[in-house]
């Protein structure tokens, strides 16, 4: 079992910045490869943004390439997110998942991910 809470979600105004944050608990490994997802009102769970577990290798949606970036620190079992220039769009509830599956590459899909944290908010005002 691994347990996930994020923080760092807020209301922001567009072109601003928020840091998130994902706290991992329980069966953690700095092996795992981790992911944020956003999911708005009246539409799917989409992916944002992965990392390996090394960081040395991240993928993102087009959507918010250039402007998320997302790291890791496994001393501190933590995932983040830091989201600049920030859009009305990018206003949704964040996850972040984790992949425990033996295969090493990075996932964009949600049912590729074991476990989920209950998710932060982030709306942006325009």
């Known amino acids: 079992q691994v347990q996930l809470v994020e923080s760092g979600g807020g209301l922001v105004q567009a072109g601003g910045s928020l840091r998130l944050s994902c706290v991992a608990s329980g069966r953690t490994s700095s092996s795992i490869r981790m992911g944020w997802f956003r999911q708005a009102p009246g539409k799917e769970r989409e992916f944002v943004a992965a990392?390996?577990?090394?960081?040395?290798?991240?993928a993102y949606a087009d959507s918010v390439k250039g402007r998320f970036t997302i790291s890791r620190d496994n001393a501190k079992n933590t995932v983040y997110l830091q989201m600049n220039s920030l859009k009305p769009e990018d206003t949704a509830v964040y996850y972040c998942a984790a992949d425990l599956g033996p295969s090493w590459y990075l996932k964009s899909r949600t049912e590729e991910y074991d476990y989920w944290g209950q998710g932060t908010q982030v709306t942006v005002s325009s």
């Open positions: 990392i390996s577990w090394s960081g040395g290798n991240t």
